[in-house]
T-cell receptor, first 112, second 116 residues
Framework: GNSVTQMEGPVTLSEEAFLTINCTYTATGYPSLFWYVQYPGEGLQLLLKATKADDKGSNKGFEATYRKETTSFHLEKGSVQVSDSAVYFCALSSDSNYQLIWGAGTKLIIKP | DTGVSQDPRHKITKRGQNVTFRCDPISEHNRLYWYRQTLGQGPEFLTYFQNEAQLEKSRLLSDRFSAERPKGSFSTLEIQRTEQGDSAMYLC??????????????FGSGTRLTVV
C-alpha cells in the first residue's frame, strides 16, 4: 500500500542554518506530494506541493523536488529562522485515492 | 471567505457523554474530510463527503462515530458514549476536487477533544 516515511525528529538547528528534512514514499501510480506545516496549537497549513515528477514546489523560502527515481520529496531551506519552528508533515495523494497518506511528522526547533 | 472553520476549538467531556463537532468548509469546495490526529502522529483519515454524499468511512470509525453533511455545506461529526481513547484533535479539511485535479486540502484549526 501507499506510505510515507519521514526522518525522525526533533531536528534542532541554529538560526540561518541550512535545513533538510527527508521524505520518501511508496505509492502506486503517480501520486501528488505535499509538505504541510503545523505551528504549536494550530491546524495544518499547506506549505508546498508537486503534482508530477521533477516538479519543484516552493513557498516562503522552502523548496522540495519530486524525484520519482528515488521516490523522494525532501524539504529544504537555505537559511532557517526561529519562526520556522514547527512540525512538518510530508504527505501523498495518489491518483486513485482521495485520501492523504501522511508521514509521522518531523519537529523542527530553531535556536537563536 | 475565511477558510475552513471548526467549532468548538476545545471540548472537555466526561466519559460516556456524547459530543458533536461542526465544520464549515470553504464555500465552493465540494469535498469535505474528517481526520483525527493524536499527539506526535500524522493525521488519520476518518471519512469524507462529496457534496452531501458520504463516500467512504475508515475502519477506524466505530459505530459510535457518525458524520453528516446534510446540504452539502457544513458537516457535523458526532461521537456517542465517548471513551478516553477518543481524546485527540479532530481535523476538518475541504477541497474542490475533479478527476483532473489531485491537490492538497485546506484544513481547519481543529477541535481538541479531551475525555476525562
Amino acid at each position: 500500500g501507499n506510505s510515507v516515511t519521514q526522518m525522525e525528529g526533533p531536528v534542532t538547528l541554529s538560526e540561518e542554518a541550512f535545513l533538510t528534512i527527508n521524505c520518501t514514499y511508496t505509492a502506486t501510480g503517480y501520486p501528488s506530494l505535499f509538505w504541510y506545516v503545523q505551528y504549536p496549537g494550530e491546524g495544518l497549513q499547506l506549505l508546498l506541493k508537486a503534482t508530477k515528477a521533477d516538479d519543484k514546489g516552493s513557498n516562503k523560502g522552502f523548496e522540495a523536488t519530486y524525484r520519482k527515481e528515488t521516490t523522494s520529496f525532501h524539504l529544504e531551506k537555505g537559511s532557517v529562522q526561529v519562526s520556522d519552528s514547527a512540525v512538518y508533515f510530508c504527505a501523498l495523494s495518489s491518483d486513485s485515492n482521495y485520501q492523504l497518506i501522511w508521514g509521522a511528522g518531523t519537529k523542527l526547533i530553531i535556536k537563536p | 471567505d475565511t477558510g475552513v472553520s471548526q467549532d468548538p476549538r476545545h471540548k472537555i467531556t466526561k466519559r460516556g457523554q456524547n459530543v458533536t463537532f461542526r465544520c464549515d468548509p470553504i464555500s465552493e469546495h465540494n469535498r469535505l474530510y474528517w481526520y483525527r490526529q493524536t499527539l506526535g502522529q500524522g493525521p488519520e483519515f476518518l471519512t469524507y463527503f462529496q457534496n452531501e454524499a458520504q463516500l467512504e468511512k475508515s475502519r477506524l470509525l466505530s459505530d459510535r462515530f457518525s458524520a453528516e453533511r446534510p446540504k452539502g455545506s457544513f458537516s457535523t461529526l458526532e461521537i456517542q458514549r465517548t471513551e478516553q481513547g477518543d481524546s485527540a484533535m479532530y481535523l476538518c479539511a475541504s477541497n474542490e476536487w475533479d478527476v483532473s485535479s489531485n491537490y492538497g486540502y485546506t484544513f481547519g484549526s481543529g477541535t481538541r477533544l479531551t475525555v476525562v
